[in-house]
């Protein structure tokens, strides 16, 4: 019987150093081959709490053999039997619920209710894949006489997901529910900033019942991602990161003829127009805006305010000053982080935009830790970096438009197109704007338009290379291929059918 990852005891923010994260290959915690490691940083004490393993081609070559050795089996167990460890994970996840916050807080930064919704939507992602036990059959249909056409919808064999720092357990459940219920084994590469969260899914996995090599885990960096989409018994990849690196991933997935869904980053636009609500619109566009410190690829981080809206800017920079650090707002991720952050405030400021309210210089909660306060930057141009590029931090930056199909223009204009909202109370108003943003998830007096299950998220353009969405249905759909069968079972002899 392997050993389950040790309890995380933390009930606090105060620092808790935690064990090694090794990786989970086959039922066991398996150190990389070359034995080497990278520390893990607890980003609101800028101390390391762990390390984690840095794996190589080697160590992936292990758990891919793992998962191809566990297939046949896992396959030919009906999708009914499959799901019930599913089941079993989602009582365990909700049994640990507080442990699992604490680890997500510690090892990413965030406040604990946010914590606890990553690991809370995680839990709904995983309903979904439950509920693929009364939604997952084929379709048949008799085409002719005593011919008769079906679909059944086949796993695809060894499958893998590489994934981002920012939600530790939600975004590894936008792939595992959908992939394992549809019979596939799988290889998951955590983001080596934030292991553990991963650490303690697959720990739970195992408690739920899941077999061995079912569901491994291959920590580490770059070299450990393109030894896995490199990998020939890697039959499909989904990645959540930066658009950069999910760009480059789709290619070289591609080339080699792999089912790629690579999801990238962000820039999202939030136009905010006269007749809006005032206090709707202020208090959504701050929760949006520093939720998760910013940290967020559906963060509203540009406002585009379209004619005379003061008193809501006003009122969006009043509430912001109210935020505390430690309390409202957690840390980001690193000192680099930080660095980056400050870079584009200074930039824009440089550049002409206005400073509203300054998060450079804030007393950091316990005298560490990075931290960035909330931060408006008024009158940004789109051409500026903080207008055009993903900041991924808590900055709001906001461009004056003269008229809504000037904003609606300059949303058009950016690569990305994950989330775009309108703040209105006009239906015609809101229905002009949907029906023109270029992004694939779009909300009206929404701050995060994430859709929730089971609708399926995925954004458009440069948010989002390959088809489909990677969660809800299509997500079922990505992991499986469709076979189609024709059978004739009939003992007359009608030959008025294609013979
Ligand atoms: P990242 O792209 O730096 O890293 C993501 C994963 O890719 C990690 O596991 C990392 O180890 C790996 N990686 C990094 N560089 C690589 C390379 N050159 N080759 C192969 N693999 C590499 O992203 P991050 O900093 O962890 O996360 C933040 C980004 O993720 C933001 O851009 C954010 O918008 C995006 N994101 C997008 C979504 C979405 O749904 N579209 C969701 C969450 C986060």
């Avoid at 770059?222 to 990849?237: G, I, R, S």
């Avoid at 989002?464 to 079922?476: A, I, M, N, S």
């Amino acid at each position: 019987m392997p050993s389950p990852a040790p309890p995380f005891p933390a009930r606090s923010h105060d620092f808790a150093p935690y064990a090694p994260c090794p990786n989970w290959i086959a039922g066991a915690w398996t150190p990389a081959a070359s034995g080497e490691t990278l520390p893990v940083y607890n980003p609101r004490h800028a101390e390391v709490m762990g390390h984690v393993a840095l794996s190589g081609a080697a160590d992936v070559a292990r758990a891919v053999a793992a998962a191809k050795a566990a297939f046949p089996a896992w396959r030919d167990t009906p999708l009914k039997e499959r799901v019930q460890v599913l089941f079993r994970l989602k009582a365990l996840m909700e049994r640990d619920l507080d442990e699992l916050a604490w680890l997500v807080s510690h090892e990413n930064g965030k406040v604990l209710p946010e914590a606890k919704g990553d690991v809370l939507k995680g839990i709904e992602c995983l309903e979904f894949g439950l509920s693929l036990e009364n939604m997952a059959q084929g379709e048949q249909l008799d085409v002719s006489r005593g011919i008769n056409c079906s679909t059944t919808h086949e796993p695809l064999g060894v499958c893998a997901g590489v994934v981002p720092f920012n939600f530790p357990v939600m975004v590894p459940l936008w792939m595992l529910p959908q992939a394992l219920a549809a019979g596939n084994t799988f290889v998951l590469k955590p983001s080596e900033v934030v292991p553990y969260g991963a650490l303690k899914l697959a720990s739970l996995l195992q408690e739920a019942g899941l077999p061995d090599g079912v569901f491994n885990t291959v920590n580490g960096s770059q070299p450990a991602v393109e030894a896995l989409v490199d990998h020939p018994d890697v039959k499909a990849m989904a990645f959540v990161g930066s658009t950069k690196v999910a760009k480059l991933l789709y290619a070289r997935g591609a080339a080699l003829g792999k089912r790629m869904l690579c999801l990238g980053g962000a820039k999202n636009h939030l136009l905010v127009v006269p007749d809006a609500d005032p206090e709707l619109t202020a208090t959504t566009v701050v929760a949006s805006a520093y939720g998760c410190a910013g940290q967020r690829c559906m963060a509203a981080s540009l406002m585009i305010a379209v004619g005379e809206i003061q008193p809501i800017i006003d009122q969006i920079a009043s509430i912001t000053r109210k935020l505390k650090l430690g309390e409202d707002m957690g840390p980001v991720i690193s000192s680099a982080a930080v660095d980056r952050i400050h870079r584009y405030i200074d930039g824009a400021e440089q550049l002409g935009a206005k400073v509203l309210v300054d998060g450079r210089r804030v007393a950091a909660p316990g005298g560490k830790g990075w931290w960035v306060g909330p931060t408006i930057l008024d009158h940004v141009r789109p051409e500026m970096p903080a207008g055009c590029e993903e900041i991924f931090g808590p900055v709001l930056s906001i461009i004056r438009a003269r008229s809504v199909d000037e904003a609606i223009a300059i949303e058009n204009a950016s690569p990305y197109g994950n989330a775009a909202s309108i703040f209105t109370s006009s239906g015609a108003v809101a229905r002009h704007c949907i029906e023109r943003f270029q992004a694939g998830m779009c909300g009206v007096n929404v701050g995060v338009p994430v859709p929730r299950e089971p609708f399926g998220f995925g954004g458009w353009n440069d948010s989002l290379f390959g088809q489909g969405d990677l969660t809800g249905y299509d997500g079922f759909r990505f992991w499986t291929r469709p076979r189609k069968l024709t059978s004739r079972w009939s003992l007359s002899k009608d030959a008025t059918w294609m013979s």
